[in-house]
């Protein structure tokens, strides 16, 4: 073997520098969800990515053109899948603006609270899955346990834990259950209490905070214009909040506030995450005070919402109704309308295109994280390879609305 | 309150402007595919308008319902004047059935590269002058475009050969009568030959009840 | 593992087992599983809870994720494969050593569930074959559990024909319905 201090000759460099490729996923430990990043490399540098997608790609709108538009709710659950309310809510709102219903006020406002619980949810799975990747195992544990008090409400409410299903067209599939208040009341200040747990563990921790400060910083005219919204548009700088500029449902009248940051870097997503899940926090005592105890929370049009069972099984024209609005679907007018609600992760966008019958012609999403994947590429180029993980995970892609 | 974009497009374009409605209160504005490019730009720079932030682009496929067959369909809002507008495009296939081509919107929002990337994958719609348009959410060994009509909902191109005898005896016992597995949807091809009847069309072409 | 493939002979002075090899290593086996998460979609959000303190799936000597297959013996595929990611799995699948064993979380793991379109493969064993199937969308952790501990029987008996998580019934035994109903005045005969 030759000894390794030869001379080098003039020109002739130590080290080979042609660019590396090195290929991340689709499948890769430290990344929660399917994507696959080919980078090249020069050293640890990041020159050029390259982010690759649809490795989650189910054919949701394509399965929509199929069924009825009450069908469509289960694999809407299945978009952002940790958050499924909040699409729920989203879709539903969609179809009522193109039927020209609005659902009672308790029914607006039980949907907040939902919404908003599921919110949680979805901040406390991302943040913690976040700290997780980066070696914090213990906050992810914390968080994990908070969301399953969440979830226990869920439960208790619509019978599921996860993928409820339970947004109707014109209402929801059941009345809040008699101690529904209840619970929430006292699993709210629970949950907080168990969030600044797993924050503590973090927020003072040197290796966390030197992991996140001034990581894949994004700048406010180029997040506006890649067509980022929700927590990573906030992040920048940028104020926009769907619940706040155009507002929905009963939240404007709601007194809560919109957190932003000041660089979009990855700290300031993570706190903006953590700060909201204060202010829907502050939604929800607001919203059980106003949600009434009686009254109706399905609107009263036999068209879309379906009768009673005791209707169904003793009368006729409860059967046929109920015949009517399951087989055929329930007759959404035609033309074409664009709804879209604040989701965990952004504007949720629902572009539908109706032909007058009972199944959606075409039926778009348009998903938050979409536009925020699209935005990696940009985050992570001249970064170093350790950076890509983090960054990912505060941009929260979820495949399952990502891919569509 | 975003009838203003409206009147500031059909002031500035004329005759380019096709149509304009505000059908469940989203202002729409039809445009010729020539201007399409044009028409994004003004509404960005414009300063009653502002159309900084991207929303959404994307496709319909109206196969059997209106020539041009395809719209390519945009999105956006803006961060300033809180507007929101919808503006559209009918392209159409070429004659010996060539993919529809309408110009690419990458150089007015970054933002536009996935979703016309995307749009590319599922329909087939080619963006001149998009500098990276390969397939998004597909392979590359992906043949036809799903999100078209004709394409059928369950025609697989798998990767990977399946394995032989993969049939689920085992854990699932004796067939039960109906095949465990794939099944064969119809449903919706009936229902879209069903209703190809003549009656009088409404805003968007389609025959009403 | 039955318990007669284990005997203490008792009445010696300091006691000892008998045991075949193979009866050995599947005990050792389904003990110490080392997993290799392949986590897609939305069954992970579950998945997550299973790992979390109220189920804890340490419990069952399952805990310990390796994220490289090729340390691995037990595959969880969780949630969708598309067409996309099935060279993917199988990629995975063929990296990992013998033994090993592979467990499908959810109902589109097992059968592709509603996606029942060109995007997905319709159940992972037409890529790769499948030792325990566990019905849901997503499955609860309690089934998921069910599913691991009947892996874990399968391992140590040697089985590897696929199964699958039955429901359970009503864990109420019918002694508490009886007792209710005969101090309504009903005759216990007849809550049987």
Redesign the interface.
């Known amino acids: 073997m030759e000894p390794l201090d030869v001379e080098l000759e003039d020109g002739e460099l130590e080290l080979p520098t042609d660019p590396m490729l090195l290929n991340m996923g689709p499948s890769h430990p430290a990344m929660h969800g399917t994507v696959r990043i080919v980078v090249e490399l020069s050293g640890e540098t990041i020159n050029k990515a390259d982010v690759q997608?649809?490795y989650l790609?189910r054919?949701f709108?394509?399965?929509c053109?199929?069924g009825t538009w009450s069908q469509v709710f289960p694999y809407v659950d299945r978009l952002n899948y940790a958050s499924p309310m909040l699409n729920n809510v989203g879709f539903a709102l969609a179809v009522e603006?193109?039927l020209?219903v609005t659902v009672p006020e308790r029914c607006q406002h039980y949907r907040v609270l939902l919404g908003e619980l599921a919110r949680i949810c979805d901040h406390l799975v991302c943040s913690g899955a976040m700290a997780m990747e980066l070696g914090a195992f213990t906050p992810f544990l914390y968080f994990i346990k908070a969301r399953d008090i969440i979830w226990d409400i869920f439960e208790e409410e619509t019978g599921a834990r996860l993928t409820n299903s339970f947004g109707r067209v014109g209402g929801m599939a059941h009345e809040p259950s008699p101690n529904f208040k209840e619970m929430v009341r006292t699993s709210i200040p629970a949950v907080v209490d168990l969030i600044k747990d797993g924050e503590n563990l973090v927020l003072e921790n040197r290796i966390f905070l030197d992991r996140l400060e001034d990581v894949g910083i994004m700048s406010k005219e180029?997040a506006?214009?890649?067509?980022?919204?929700g927590v990573v548009l906030r992040s920048t700088g940028?104020n926009?909040d769907a619940r706040k500029?155009?507002p929905y449902m009963t939240y404007d009248r709601y007194d809560f506030d919109v957190p932003v940051g000041q660089k979009g870097d990855n700290y300031d997503r993570f706190m903006c995450r953590q700060a909201e899940i204060r202010q829907s926090a502050r939604i929800i005592e607001q919203a059980l005070e106003m949600m009434a105890d009686e009254g109706p929370v399905n609107v009263e049009d036999p068209r879309i919402i379906l009768p009673p069972k005791e209707q169904v099984y003793n009368t006729i024209e409860g059967t046929i109704q109920h015949f009517k609005i399951v087989m055929e679907g329930i007759?959404v007018p035609?033309?074409?309308?664009?709804s879209y609600t604040e989701s965990g992760n952004g504007?949720l966008?629902f572009?539908m295109?109706s032909?007058?019958?009972g199944?959606p012609?075409?039926l778009?999403i348009?998903p938050p994280s979409?536009?925020s994947?699209?935005?990696l590429e940009q985050l992570i180029t001249g970064q170093m390879i350790p950076d890509i993980v983090p960054t990912f995970g505060s941009i929260n892609m979820i495949g399952g609305e990502c891919?569509? | 309150m975003s009838k203003v974009v409206l009147k500031r497009l059909e002031k500035r374009f004329g005759e380019a402007i096709l149509s304009t409605h505000d059908?469940?209160?989203?202002e729409?504005a039809v445009v010729t595919p020539e201007v399409w490019h044009e028409v994004a730009l003004f509404l960005r720079d414009d300063s009653r308008c502002q159309m900084?932030?991207?929303?959404?682009l994307?496709a319909?496929?109206y196969l059997g319902?209106r020539t041009p067959r395809f719209e390519v369909?945009l999105?956006m809002r803006s961060?300033q004047k809180?507007h929101?507008i919808?503006v559209k495009t009918p392209v159409a296939m070429g004659p010996d059935g060539e993919n529809p081509k309408v110009d690419s919107l990458v150089d007015v929002?970054?933002?536009a590269?996935?979703?016309e990337r995307?749009a590319w994958d599922?329909f087939g719609i080619e963006f001149k002058g998009h500098p990276d348009l390969r397939?998004?959410?597909?392979?590359e060994e992906f043949e036809g475009h799903?999100?078209r009509k004709d394409?059928?909902?369950?025609?697989?191109?798998?990767?990977?050969e399946?394995?032989e005898g993969?049939e689920?005896q085992?854990?699932?016992g004796l067939p039960e009568g109906m095949p465990?597995?794939?099944?064969v949807?119809d449903?919706?091809k009936v229902?879209v030959a069903g209703?190809q009847t003549d009656g009088k069309t409404?805003?968007?072409g389609?025959?009403?009840? | 593992m039955s318990d007669k493939s284990i005997q203490v002979i008792e009445g010696s002075e300091v006691g000892f087992a008998t045991t075949r090899v193979d009866a050995l290593l599947g005990w050792a086996r389904k003990y110490s599983l080392f997993q290799y998460p392949f986590v897609t979609a939305c069954c992970g959000m579950e998945f997550m809870a299973l790992a979390s303190p109220r189920f804890d799936m340490a419990r069952f000597g399952a805990e310990a994720p390796r994220f490289t297959p090729r340390q691995a013996d037990l595959l969880w595929v969780v949630g969708t494969v598309s067409?996309?990611q099935?060279?993917v799995l199988?990629m995975v699948y063929d990296q990992m050593a013998d033994p090993k064993y592979v467990l499908a979380f959810g109902t589109c793991a097992s059968?592709?569930g509603f996606y029942?379109?060109?995007?997905t493969?319709?159940?992972i064993?037409?890529?790769?074959?499948v030792d325990v199937?566990v019905p849901g969308c997503p499955p609860r952790p309690e089934g998921v559990i069910d599913g691991l501990l009947l892996l874990q029987d399968k391992i140590a008996t040697g089985d590897r024909?696929?199964?699958?998580v039955k429901p359970r019934t009503d864990p109420v035994p019918k002694d508490l319905v009886s007792l209710r109903r005969s101090a309504e005045g009903d005759p216990v005969s007849e809550a049987g």
């Open positions: 997608i649809g790609h054919g709108e394509k399965m053109e199929r603006k193109m020209g180029d506006i214009a890649l067509g980022w919204s940028a926009y500029h155009h007759k035609a033309g074409e309308c664009y504007e966008g572009y295109v032909d007058g019958s199944t012609w075409r778009r348009r979409f536009a994947t699209a935005g891919d569509h | 059908q469940f209160g989203d729409t900084d932030h991207f929303i959404d994307t319909v496929d319902r369909v999105h961060m809180l929101r919808r929002w970054k933002g590269n996935w979703f995307e599922m397939r998004l959410l597909m392979y799903p999100l394409y059928d909902a369950n025609k697989t191109q798998p990767l990977v399946y394995r993969y689920k085992a854990p699932f465990f597995g794939r099944q949807h449903r919706w229902h209703r409404n805003i968007l389609f025959e009403e009840d | 067409q996309r099935a060279p199988k059968c592709g029942d379109n060109y995007a493969v319709p159940g064993d037409k890529v790769i074959p199937y024909t696929p199964a699958v």
